[in-house]
């Protein structure tokens, strides 16, 4: 397989900043190490439409500058994944505090803060059209003085911007419950649970905000990562200041922990979280957690932390249905005052199902080059700008169906795909199956080799070669091969 571009990345960085110094080589790394989070948080297709061309500029103070080329992509940028770039800079690097999003060609002017020198090659009055107003520059929530403390919370992560639907209803329910401060006892821990993208951080995060800040009571939150959770844990070990982590941790009113199946095979840090777990709860505090799995199902995590994590309210964020991903999409749309007509947002709620980031993260993409561009939101600008997406949901064709689609075209038996037999107009359809399996799945030669009869890897090579070849040469068989390319592709 591959290297991600983010690991390709960190590979150059590893070879050649050595040299530089060991402050810029850690500081390198460290980037590199956000990116590939980064990469993975908000999927291969968002990074590389957004963030490819983000470049380090350095660390001053608490201070961590990116520079992106167009205020474009700055604006985006800091509006769309501002909140994640500094909550991922701050579990990597513990000196950072805030992350600033500059254009390249930046210029500081005497006393009116950042003035750009860049322009031209962006669009950046359709930008602010597109998304609305530009939000300030992403910085640790300042909630800290308010009564969070180690959190970066997303401040589009509220109740308010979460669409309830089936599938979250528990657990929207529960998370309320909480987030009132007076959820009875049953509640503790509220353990809310569920896939990728299905908003179990959106709820947390929402939880966290009421709490600090709608309530009358001063309350006090701790919300973090469970990898935050580890770093904080390892830095009190180094520094030998475990006793005043373990005071700031048992102090806090509501602890709240994201992505626990972090903590799978951590054995010291899952020891520690137990035993703050169980101060807390002994105090009457309230815990809150999420993972991927149901407590039952996280296997690795200790029995007795299971049982702990099992015995207050567990809530399952299901996977979405088409009925809620249209709520979402129109509420989304209407938040960016975009116009997205009820085919497009079908379309797209037909097409992306599993995970709502994504399915955000495309919408977002189609308006912003609606308005980029000045061209109104159609199916057919969804096809062309999302095409990359599109593909990554069609349907994954087998190697079977490749061989009877073929097979068919041809005029053969679907068992002459198998045999042994040579005569030419059978060997030629063979190699081109062969080589459109190639081509349309992920299997590797040895496989295909074995599902065309036990044939040899290198038997499989050499069709591809072949059918390449030919279709250089012979216009016939190019048609024949992109027909049955296109037939098995939709
Ligand atoms: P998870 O933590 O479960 O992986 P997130 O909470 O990070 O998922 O959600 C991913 C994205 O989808 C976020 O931008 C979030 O706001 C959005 N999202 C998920 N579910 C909903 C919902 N029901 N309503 C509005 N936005 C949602
Ligand atoms: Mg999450």
């Known amino acids: 397989m591959g290297l991600t571009e983010a690991q390709a990345q960190e590979r150059d960085i590893e070879r050649f900043a050595a040299p530089q110094g060991q402050d810029e080589a850690v500081l390198a790394r460290q980037w590199a190490q956000v990116r590939a989070r980064l990469q993975e948080e908000i999927g291969e297709v968002e990074y590389r439409t957004w963030l490819r061309q983000a470049v380090l500029h350095g660390l001053d103070g608490d201070e961590i500058t990116v520079m992106l080329p167009t205020r474009f992509l700055r604006d985006f940028v800091n509006k769309e994944y501002g909140a994640l770039l500094t909550a991922l800079w701050q579990a ?158 048992r102090s806090v009113d509501v602890l709240m922990i994201d992505d626990l199946q972090f903590l799978i095979g951590k054995d010291g840090t899952q020891e520690e979280f137990f035993h703050t777990f169980n101060a807390l709860v002994d105090a009457g505090k309230q815990i809150v957690v999420s993972a991927d799995k149901s407590p039952s199902d996280l296997s690795g995590i200790e029995d007795r932390l299971r049982t702990r994590l099992g015995c207050g309210m567990v809530a399952d964020v299901h996977a979405t249905t088409y009925e809620l991903r249209m709520a979402i999409l129109e509420a989304k749309a209407a938040r960016a005052g975009a116009d997205v007509p009820v085919k497009v947002q079908e379309f797209l709620a037909q097409k992306i199902t599993s995970n709502v980031r994504e399915l955000e993260g ?129």
Not at 138 to 145: G, H, N, S
Not at 182 to 193: C, D, S, V
Not at 485 to 490: D, I, K, T
Request: hydrophobic content about 45%; some cysteine.
């Open 92 to 249: 990597t690097n513990p000196v950072v505090r805030r992350v600033d999003i500059r254009t390249r060609a930046v210029q500081r002017a005497p006393e009116a803060g950042v003035v750009d020198a860049a322009g031209g090659a962006d669009n950046a009055g359709a930008l602010e059209a597109a998304l609305g107003e530009p939000r300030p520059r992403a910085t640790l929530a300042k909630a800290e003085d308010r009564g969070v403390v180690l959190a970066a919370l997303d401040p589009r992560f509220t109740f308010e911007t979460f669409v309830v639907g089936k599938p979250n209803e528990f657990a929207y329910a529960c998370a309320r419950r909480v987030a009132d401060g007076q959820a009875p006892a049953g509640f503790n821990p509220l353990f809310l649970y569920g896939g990728v993208g299905l908003g179990k951080t959106h709820l947390m995060h929402a939880i966290a905000w009421e709490l600090s800040h709608r309530a009358e009571r001063d309350v006090t939150v701790a919300y973090m990562s469970a990898e935050k959770f580890m770093h904080r844990f390892i830095s009190a070990l180094r520094k030998q200041s475990t006793l005043e982590f373990k005071n700031e941790l």
């Open 362 to 490: 495309a919408l977002n993409r189609l308006v912003a080059h609606a308005h980029l561009f000045n061209r109104p939101v159609t199916i057919e600008t969804a096809h062309e700008v999302l095409h990359d997406v599109l593909r990554a949901y069609d349907r994954k064709v087998t190697i079977e169906e490749i061989q009877k689609q073929v097979a068919d075209h041809f005029n053969i038996r679907v068992a002459e795909m198998a045999s042994a037999r040579r005569a030419r107009n059978i060997v030629r359809p063979r190699q081109i199956a062969m080589f459109l399996a190639k081509q349309l799945t992920t299997r590797s030669l040895p496989e295909i080799g074995r599902k065309f009869g036990n044939r040899d890897h290198t038997t499989v090579m050499h069709a591809v070669k072949q059918v390449t070849a030919l279709c250089e040469k012979d216009a016939g068989v190019a048609e024949d091969v992109e027909l049955l390319r296109r037939s098995l592709s939709v």
